[in-house]
């Protein structure tokens, strides 16, 4: 057990609706990182939040925002989804020095129908 | 933009034995770091080891070391005395030593399935 939580573990929604994915880092980590694996493309990094603000973007689509609030859990909505949004998604945190380690969560597992 | 391969989509071992999985990267900084992520069949991402660029001695974790060849970009992991529980998809990642601009983020190769064979 990483100590890095998501919820909820599953998600099945159609095309064109919106989700949030909910993520609580490890208890003292300020750092909460979104990650993507899909088969196509594999794992990507999405972006990183710290301390309440955006750190850091990767290959997020502008469908998608993430958010990270006072108590350092972080949300990760995605809206208008698509077929090839079907992934598994990932939390991971660290903690103040760059040179943590980041830890990851169990993942949220998303099917668009 | 920095890249990592993984060119063994599959490797296979008998249980006991000792397997290296291969990566390599491509980066033009200098400081930066290494990790083996291992993905078994519940997909969590488990850290199994991680190397600072900085750093000349190669890491290791019990059965786990690392080849890390700076000059040559390249990242081996090897598992000595292999286990059932070894079995999984091994994922390589680096991540920059330079803030901002994405480099927090980690990028991973395509990974490598690792089947213990008993």
């Known amino acids: 057990d990483s100590g890095v939580t998501q919820t909820p573990k599953h998600l099945i929604t159609a095309t064109g609706q919106r989700v949030t994915l909910r993520c609580s880092p490890r208890s003292g980590d300020l750092s909460v990182y979104w990650y993507q694996q899909s088969l196509d493309q594999g794992l990507q990094f999405l972006i990183q939040?710290?301390?309440?603000?955006?750190?850091a973007k990767g290959n997020i689509l502008e469908r998608f925002s993430a958010q990270q609030f006072p108590d350092l859990h972080s949300e990760l909505n995605l809206s208008s989804l698509e077929l090839g949004d079907s992934a598994l998604y990932f939390c991971?945190?660290?903690?103040?020095?760059?040179?943590?380690?980041?830890?990851f969560g169990p993942g949220t597992r998303l099917l668009v129908l | 933009a920095q890249t990592v391969t993984q060119s063994q989509p599959e490797m296979s071992v008998q249980e006991a034995e000792t397997v290296t999985l291969s990566c390599t990267y491509d980066t033009s900084e200098s400081d930066y770091y290494l990790f083996w992520y291992k993905q078994p069949p519940s997909r969590q991402m488990i850290l199994v080891i991680r190397q600072e660029a900085y750093k000349q001695q190669n890491a290791t974790e019990n059965r786990f070391s690392v080849n890390f060849q700076k000059a040559a970009k390249s990242f081996s992991l090897k598992i000595s005395d292999s286990q059932l529980g070894d079995a999984a998809m091994y994922f390589c990642?680096?991540?920059?030593?330079?803030?901002?601009?994405?480099?927090?983020?980690?990028?991973f190769g395509k990974g490598t399935h690792l089947i213990i064979q008993p």
């Open positions: 990642a680096y991540r920059s030593g330079i803030s901002g601009g994405g480099a927090d983020g980690l990028t």
């Open positions: 939040y710290y301390n309440g603000e955006e750190r």
């Open positions: 991971a945190s660290s903690g103040t020095s760059r040179q943590e380690t980041q830890y």
